[in-house]
C-alpha cells in the first residue's frame, strides 16, 4: 500500500516554530510547536539566536511527522512562512552567524531611519519599495550589522559573509547551503527590493550600502527553489513554497484575486487587500507589498497594520486585572446594550495607519458613575473594530474600490462580540473560515501548487470553508454616530 502523501508547513513566528501536516484536501493532520526565545539587551532592542529558531523548527517538524505516524518519504514537498524583516547575517563557509538575529520590532536604528525620511532620498525609497521608512523593514539592519561587526562590510563585499530573512535562513540551513534563496513577498520588505521589477535595486543597495553579493536569489513563492537534506527529516524533501507570514495567511484565506481581503486579529491587527497584478501605490500612508503568487507572474497587496489590538485585551488583564481570561471578554461586552458612552483609543506606542502619529498615547473616555468593567471591556473590544475599519477605509480609499467582504482570522477572531461589531461597523459580512491557522496553510497551498500536489487555484479555493458569517446589524446612521464618536476620542488622544 502506497502512504498517504502530505505536505508539510514550516510556520516560523516570533515566539515560536510550528509545523503542520496537510492531506490531499487541505485538511491538518498533526501540527506541533517550539518555543522561541526573544532577548532585549537594551531598552526598544529584541534579538533572536539564529541557531534556535533553526533548532526549535527542526525540532517541531520532526515532531509533526512522528505525531502523524507520517514517514518522512510520504512528504512530496515543504512550505516554509515567517515572522518577515528579522535579519540574519552569516558566514558562508561556517554557517556561523555573525550577530544575533535583529528581529522586526527592534528599534535600533529608528534614528538612522528618521533622519533617511528627512533626506532628499526619502521620496525616491518610498516610491521604489512601496514602503514607509522605518526601522521594521530589513535593510537598515543588515547595515547596522555590516557597520558593527568588524571586518563585516568587506567580507560581505567579498561574498563570504550572506544575508536571509527567516526563510532564507531556514532554507540554507534545511539544504545543506545548497540554496541561498528568498521569494518577493519577503523580499519586498527589506526595503531593498524594487516592488515592480521584484529584483534588488540598486539605488536602494547604495543608499544603505549593502553589496548584492550577500543578497539572496529571488525565486517564486511557488516553485522548488531547493532541497531539504535526508538527515534533517529522514528524506529529500523539495522546498517548493515560501511567502511571508501575512501574505501567506492571505493565500491560507484562499485569497488569490484582487479585491479579496484578510484580517488577523492577534497582538495587533493585519489586514492585506489583494490587488492583482497592479502595483499598489498608496495615498493613505499604507504598504505597497508583493502578495504570494501562485503562478510566475507578479501578484501585489495594500497592507496595513494596527499597533495595538489583542494586547489592550492583555493590558485589561494583566495590567489592570480587570478580567481573568482573553476569552471571558466575550460575554462581558455582550452583558451590556452598548458602551455606555466610553471610548478606548488604545494607543499605547502612537497611532499606527492611517494616522501614523508615534506621539498619540492611550485614552479612555466618557466616563460616568454608571461605568462598569463590563463597558470598560466592551469598549477595548470595540476599538479593535473601529481600528481596522479605519485601516479598511484607507484601503478602499487606495484602491477605488469598495471591499465585498473581510475574511478573518487570528487569536482574537475567536470572540463572537468582535465580530459582530466588526461586521456592524463596516457595513458588511465577516466571514470566518473552519481552519484559521491560515498562514502554515498558505504556505502549504504554495508548495503543493507548485509540485501537482493540489491541480490549481481552483482547487485550492474550493478547500476553503466558512465557519461562521456575520451580517452587518445597524442602520446606516447608527453606524455613522459610533464612527464619529470613535472619530472623536482618536482627535483628543492625539492632543494628549
Ligand atoms: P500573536 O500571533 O500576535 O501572538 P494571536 O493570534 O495568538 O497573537 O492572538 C493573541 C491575542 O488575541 C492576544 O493579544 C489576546 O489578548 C487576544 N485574544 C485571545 N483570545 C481572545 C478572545 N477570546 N477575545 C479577545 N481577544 C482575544
Not at 212 to 238: C, D, F, K, W
Not at 273 to 300: C, D, E, K, Y
Amino acid at each position: 500500500m502506497t502512504p498517504m502523501p502530505y505536505i508539510l508547513s514550516l510556520d516560523e513566528g516570533t515566539t515560536s516554530a510550528r509545523a503542520a501536516l496537510y492531506d490531499e484536501a487541505g485538511r491538518a493532520v498533526a501540527m506541533e510547536s517550539a518555543p522561541i526565545d526573544c532577548h532585549y539587551p537594551h531598552a526598544g532592542w529584541v534579538e533572536q539566536d539564529a541557531e534556535q529558531i533553526w533548532r526549535a523548527q527542526l525540532d517541531a517538524a520532526r515532531r509533526t511527522l512522528a505525531k502523524a505516524g507520517a514517514s518522512p518519504s510520504s512528504v512530496v514537498a515543504i512550505g516554509i512562512t515567517n515572522q518577515r524583516e528579522t535579519t540574519v547575517v552569516w558566514d558562508r563557509a561556517t554557517g556561523a552567524p555573525v550577530a544575533p538575529a535583529i528581529v522586526w520590532q527592534c528599534r535600533r536604528t529608528a534614528e538612522y531611519c528618521n533622519e533617511l525620511a528627512r533626506s532628499p532620498q526619502a521620496a525616491g525609497i518610498v516610491r521604489t519599495t512601496g514602503l514607509v521608512i522605518d526601522a521594521y523593514f530589513s535593510a537598515s539592519k543588515i547595515r547596522w550589522i555590516l557597520e558593527t561587526v568588524p571586518g563585516a562590510r568587506e567580507r560581505a563585499r567579498n561574498g563570504e559573509l550572506l544575508f536571509g530573512n527567516i526563510d532564507t535562513w531556514l532554507i540554507w540551513k534545511l539544504s545543506n547551503g545548497g540554496a541561498h534563496v528568498t521569494d518577493p513577498s519577503n523580499a519586498s520588505r527589506t526595503m531593498l527590493m524594487n516592488l515592480a521589477t521584484g529584483d534588488w535595486d540598486d539605488a536602494m543597495l547604495q543608499v544603505f550600502d549593502v553589496p548584492r553579493a550577500m543578497l539572496p536569489a529571488i525565486v517564486p513563492s511557488s516553485a522548488v527553489s531547493g532541497t531539504a537534506a535526508p538527515e534533517h527529516l529522514g528524506a529529500s524533501i523539495p522546498i517548493a513554497g515560501i511567502a511571508g507570514d501575512q501574505q501567506a495567511a492571505l493565500a491560507g484565506q484562499a485569497c488569490f484575486r484582487a479585491g479579496l481581503s484578510k484580517n488577523t486579529y492577534g497582538t495587533g491587527c493585519f489586514a492585506l487587500l489583494h490587488t492583482g497584478g497592479r502595483a499598489p501605490v498608496s495615498q493613505n500612508r499604507l504598504l505597497a507589498t508583493r502578495a504570494a503568487s501562485a503562478n510566475a507572474h507578479a501578484q501585489f497587496a495594500i497592507e496595513g497594520s494596527v499597533f495595538i489590538a489583542g494586547a489592550a485585551i492583555q493590558w485589561l488583564r494583566d495590567q489592570l486585572g480587570v478580567i481573568q481570561t482573553a476569552a471571558e471578554s466575550e460575554a462581558l461586552a455582550a452583558s451590556v446594550p452598548d458602551n455606555g458612552g466610553v471610548y478606548f483609543v488604545p494607543a499605547f506606542v502612537g497611532l499606527g495607519a492611517p494616522h501614523w502619529d508615534s506621539a498619540a498615547r492611550g485614552l479612555i473616555g466618557g466616563i460616568t458613575r454608571a461605568t462598569g468593567r463590563a463597558h470598560l471591556v466592551r469598549a477595548a473590544l470595540e476599538s479593535i473594530a473601529f481600528q481596522t475599519a479605519e485601516l479598511v477605509e484607507a484601503m478602499e480609499a487606495d484602491s477605488g474600490e469598495r471591499l465585498s467582504e473581510l475574511r478573518v482570522d487570528g487569536g482574537a477572531a475567536v470572540n463572537n462580540f468582535l465580530m459582530q461589531f466588526q461586521a456592524d461597523i463596516l457595513g458588511y459580512p465577516i466571514v470566518r473560515p473552519a481552519d484559521v491557522e491560515t498562514t502554515a496553510l498558505g504556505a502549504a497551498y504554495l508548495a503543493g501548487l507548485a509540485t501537482g500536489f493540489w491541480k490549481n487555484v481552483a482547487e485550492v479555493e474550493s478547500f476553503w470553508r466558512a465557519e461562521r458569517r456575520f451580517e452587518p446589524g445597524l442602520d446606516a446612521p447608527q453606524r455613522r454616530r459610533l464612527i464619529g464618536e470613535w472619530k472623536a476620542a482618536v482627535a483628543r488622544c492625539r492632543q494628549a
